[in-house]
């Protein structure tokens, strides 16, 4: 599993990289990059972080389908999660997080 950093709708915020348990996404020139590719795990926090949707997580072919991203953006109160199949068609997810720990 790995992700993919779209520099164009990152906004150099820095949360990735603070998150990030094994210190792989560093900052340059205002915009995030993975430093080691291989060696992420797909824990998805840096993913978690992103208030701009820009980093895309890619799901095996036995989660989401051969050639399937998933993304998150946030919105407000919401966190909307997105599987973009690999032809193109979504799925998404919104969760409410002021509501989803309450329990
Ligand atoms: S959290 Fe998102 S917007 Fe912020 S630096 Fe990382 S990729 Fe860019
Ligand atoms: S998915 Fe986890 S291990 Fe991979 S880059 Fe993001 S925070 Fe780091």
Request: with cysteine; net charge positive; proline share 1%.
């Amino acid at each position: 599993m790995s992700i993919r950093i779209n520099s164009a709708s990152c906004v150099g915020c820095g949360k990735c990289a603070e998150v990030c348990p094994g210190n792989l996404i560093r900052i340059s020139d205002r915009k995030a990059e993975i430093k080691r590719e291989k060696d992420c795990w797909g824990c998805t926090s840096c993913l978690k972080e992103c208030k701009t949707g820009a980093i895309l997580f890619f799901l095996g072919a036995d989660i989401g389908g051969r050639g399937s991203v998933l993304s998150v953006k946030e919105e407000g109160e919401n966190r909307i999660w997105t599987v973009t199949a690999g032809d193109g068609t979504k799925k998404t997810i919104t969760v409410n997080t002021k509501e989803s720990n309450r329990y």
